[in-house]
């Protein structure tokens, strides 16, 4: 599983998922904080699509956190104030980088995949919501 | 010329300020910071769009602390904003990556994916709901339970419900053959076995200005991946670079850039646009790793984002307008073509955003014919702390200035009347500056 795929799980799902896995990392390996969770900003880049460059939409309030287990480093970074959940994803990131608890990666990505059909049950009933609302212009030229 | 210190209010400065708190306990009741954002999503979005920070639980807060006051807000805002360090620089959002839950075009009626109204107040009588007066938590949660039973049984009859459709244990990730195309809509009925389509995959819908280009109607252009300017890093020095005017439209006042953009399109400006499309729902962000990882770039459901990391989605409102012009061709002769204007605001600000496209396609045109085709006119004016930061500091006390300018003119009087006699003397600013005038006092504003 790829980082952009875990994080984004971990970051649109519940949080007791992120906190869970951290949880058993921590009981697992010696965890060293190199940067306690902490506010800071991220500028959002967006690609214009007139002329099809770049300009800066603005910034957004983030929390990052950077943790080491062993000689590897875990970053972790969700936007607002969620310094519970950067911590715990600067774990899992390290975890998952270094191999410490390599035996258990399998199973917290079967958690995380069941996760992201739940997150995406989700998304697809807000789907559903916002699709009763598309217009059907070939009843209205029925009526006419 | 030189300032002077202020003294003599700080005592009246601090019963000020005791007074502005008073007012806003004197009711007796509060608002939780919850409330505010369950209340008020738009004039949250106005005020983190103006802001240039997309944080609403702050903007909530700001809005709170400023008892309502939008400008305040956004003060507070952009001062907050610049205790913050700003390590990140997000990967580029891809303007068709957005998850839309609403998109329409007043340029065609017949658009891929389908004109989606989503929740607006287009439509709606503009009449007070007066039963809102009567409207408690309770209500609500009723009338949210109400709500939701309908959806559910709406969802029920699509298999949407829990553990009906949705495949097996590899769900998301065995569904990245999906075309974003068919993942526009929900699953229907029938479709139990199909697996879910990947996260971020509902709402995508294909760009409407695409159809004009693939006509050959609207240039295209290859992607230009320089490096933005920065409006909150370095100043306003004209001409500006394309990147600084959207960046200083989309957080622009929002009253001000509409205004602007509405001169325009009555006659102070180039032209009336058609609105092409106007989108709005979330982008996700991302940043790279950061020691780097190449490639870790572009549309979240390609494979350019495998190692970068997902921080959330925030909404935005993005808009495309046509304007039809008249260029030289080939031959040397004229005819009518077409070219875009471009606004994104974030959140919910669809006025805003169809006016930021005006003000951006009458900006490319460098003809100072007409005030919204002047880039100093209109980008040092929408801007809410300049703007109201100025407008703000003429209250302040101009005691010397003001003195120069009264004697300035008893001394045009006097020399029209022929008169050779000085003004007799009389206190210079009225009773209450005697500790003001002369350099004593005044305000830190005050040139002597």
Redesign the interface.
């Known amino acids: 599983?790829?980082?952009?795929?875990r994080?984004?799980?971990l970051?649109?799902g519940d949080p007791s998922l992120a906190q869970g896995i951290a949880a058993e990392i921590e009981a697992e390996c010696a965890v060293e904080v190199v940067d306690e969770p902490h506010?800071?900003?991220?500028?959002?880049?967006?690609?214009?699509?007139?002329?099809?460059?770049?300009?800066?939409?603005?910034?957004?309030?983030?929390c990052?956190c950077r943790v080491k287990l062993g000689d590897t480093m875990g970053?972790g970074?969700?936007?607002?104030?969620r310094r519970n959940l950067a911590y715990n994803l600067a774990l899992i990131?390290a975890a998952f980088a270094s191999g410490a608890a390599q035996e258990k990666v399998p199973g917290w990505e079967?958690l995380i995949?069941?996760e992201?059909?739940r997150?995406?049950?989700r998304?697809?009933?807000?789907?559903?919501?916002?699709?009763?609302?598309?217009?059907d212009?070939s009843t209205m030229k029925v009526e006419a | 010329m030189a300032y002077v210190a202020v003294r003599g209010g700080q005592e009246a400065i601090e019963a000020s300020l005791a007074l502005l708190a008073w007012e806003r306990v004197r009711p007796g009741c509060s608002v939780e910071i919850k409330d505010i954002m369950a209340a008020f999503p738009d004039l949250i979005d106005q005020v983190m769009g103006e802001s240039s920070l997309y944080a609403p639980e702050l903007a909530a807060l700001a809005l709170k602390q400023a008892q309502g006051s939008c400008e305040e807000a956004v003060f507070l805002l952009r001062a907050f904003r610049s205790t913050l360090e700003r390590p990140y620089v997000s990967c580029a959002v891809e303007p068709d990556a957005m998850r839309c839950s609403r998109r329409i075009s007043a340029a065609f009626k017949d658009i891929p994916g389908g004109q989606i109204l989503g929740a607006t107040r287009d439509y709606s009588h503009r009449l007070i709901d007066f039963n809102l007066r009567k409207e408690s938590t309770d209500t609500v949660r009723e009338l949210r339970r109400e709500m939701k039973r309908i959806w559910k049984e709406g969802w029920e009859a699509d298999g949407l419900c829990e553990g009906d459709g949705f495949g097996g244990d590899d769900g998301a990730e065995a569904a990245q053959d999906l075309l974003p195309e068919a993942s526009v809509r929900p699953p229907k009925k029938g479709a139990k076995d199909a697996a879910s389509p990947p996260l971020g995959a509902f709402g995508r819908l294909p760009k409407v200005a695409d159809y004009l280009r693939a006509q050959g109607l609207l240039a295209e252009y290859d992607a230009d991946d320089a490096t933005p300017a920065d409006a909150t890093m370095e100043p306003l020095v004209f001409p500006t670079p394309r990147s600084m005017r959207l960046q200083v439209l989309a957080r622009g006042m929002t009253q001000g850039v509409v205004a602007l953009g509405y001169a325009a399109i009555r006659g102070f400006g180039l032209g009336h646009p058609t609105v092409a499309e106007l989108r709005y729902g979330e982008v996700e962000i991302a940043v790279e790793h950061p020691l780097g990882t190449p490639g870790a770039s572009g549309d979240p459901l390609q494979a350019g984002r495998g190692d970068a990391y997902y921080l959330g989605a925030i909404p935005v409102t993005e808009v495309e307008g046509i304007f039809e012009l008249e260029v030289e061709n080939a031959d040397g002769g004229k005819e009518f073509t077409f070219d875009l204007g471009y606004g994104m605001v974030m959140g919910r600000g669809e006025t805003k955003a169809i006016a930021m496209s005006v003000l951006d396609f009458c900006l490319r045109s460098k003809d100072k014919r007409f005030p919204t085709q002047d880039e100093e006119f209109v980008l040092y004016h929408v801007d809410g702390i300049e703007a109201t930061g100025f407008i703000s500091h003429l209250k302040l006390p101009h005691y010397v200035t003001f003195q120069s300018k009264l004697s300035s003119v008893r001394k045009a009087k006097d020399l029209a009347k022929g008169s050779a006699d000085k003004p007799a003397d009389e206190p210079a600013t009225g009773p209450a500056d005697k500790s003001t005038d002369g350099g004593e006092g005044g305000n830190d504003d005050q040139a002597v």
Not at chain 1, 48 to 58: D, K, P, Q, T
Not at chain 1, 124 to 134: G, H, I, M, P
Request: glycine share 4%; aromatic share 8%.
């Open positions: 599983m790829q980082r952009y795929e994080t984004r799980i970051v649109e506010e800071e900003l991220v500028m959002v880049k967006v690609r214009e699509s007139v002329r099809n460059s770049l300009f800066y939409l603005g910034e957004a309030l983030m990052s970053y970074m969700a936007l607002g104030s990131d079967h995949r069941k992201a059909q997150i995406a049950r998304q697809a009933k807000e789907a559903a919501r916002v699709d009763k609302t598309r217009v212009f």
